[in-house]
């Protein structure tokens, strides 16, 4: 099952997409400009395959649901991300936030 529905961070939308899967779950938050996602996240795909794409992107581990990802901190991002201020450790709605128009 899939799920898609708007999520509102500190008065700013952000879409969620929750995909049931056979035993695990993918979980993304996004805007226009980027987004954070479960730990199915290549990261070091983005970085190194997909570099000369400006991809605004981090990963949260051990997050089973979208509240549990909104609440979670970066596990690891792609280097685009960093020109946002995004750093490994940051909370994921501070990250969000700095990706908002």
């Not at 056979?22 to 479960?38: A, D, K, Q, S, W």
């Not at 070091?44 to 549990?68: F, H, Q, S, Y």
Request: proline share 4%.
């Amino acid at each position: 099952m899939m799920e898609m529905k708007p999520v509102m961070i500190k008065g700013h939308p952000f879409t969620a997409i929750s995909v049931q899967l056979p035993h695990t779950n993918l979980l993304v938050i996004t805007n226009e400009i980027g987004y954070v996602m479960c730990g199915a996240l290549d990261v070091e795909l983005l970085n190194e395959r997909l570099k000369d794409r400006p991809i605004v992107a981090g990963r949260a581990v051990g997050v089973k649901t979208i509240a549990e990802l909104q609440q979670a901190k970066l596990d690891k991002i792609t280097n685009y991300a960093k020109q946002y201020g995004w750093f490994e450790g940051m909370e994921i709605e501070e990250a969000l936030l700095k990706i908002v128009k």
